[in-house]
């Protein structure tokens, strides 16, 4: 069975950083992409960043590039996400989502929130 579970969040002033992490199980990890996404009240989901099977190419929405860093490590099947000089607008719940190679469909994790305010 397929679970992946997000850890990481919590309440932080402008400015400071937390480090997310999804622990994966229940399927190939190695092989899959892995993404994080964001859902802030009253909005849509939204891409934050995403990772190819080997790390090799990393993919950051345009809000996150040069403040969030997507990273994994294929033998603790876990992916993070770093994220510096957070704003009170990446106020969300972090989802992590996976994408096994030639699958048609992908899995949700159930989601870690992030207060950034002072």
């Known amino acids: 069975q397929v679970q992946l579970v997000e850890s990481g969040g919590g309440s932080v002033q402008p400015g400071g950083s937390l480090r997310l992490s999804c622990a994966a199980s229940?399927?190939?990890?190695?092989?899959?992409?892995m993404s994080w996404y964001r859902q802030a009240p009253g909005k849509e989901r939204e891409l934050v960043a995403s990772i190819t099977s080997e790390g090799g190419r990393t993919n950051y929405a345009d809000s996150m590039k040069g403040r969030f860093t997507i990273s994994r490590d294929n033998d603790k099947n876990t992916v993070y996400l770093q994220m510096n000089s957070l704003k009170p607008e990446d106020t969300a719940v972090y989802y992590c989502?996976?994408?096994?190679?030639?699958?048609?469909?992908?899995?949700w994790g159930k989601g870690t929130l992030v207060t950034v305010s002072s």
């Open positions: 229940g399927f190939t990890f190695r092989t899959s992409l």
């Open positions: 989502y996976a994408r096994p190679l030639f699958s048609a469909m992908g899995y």
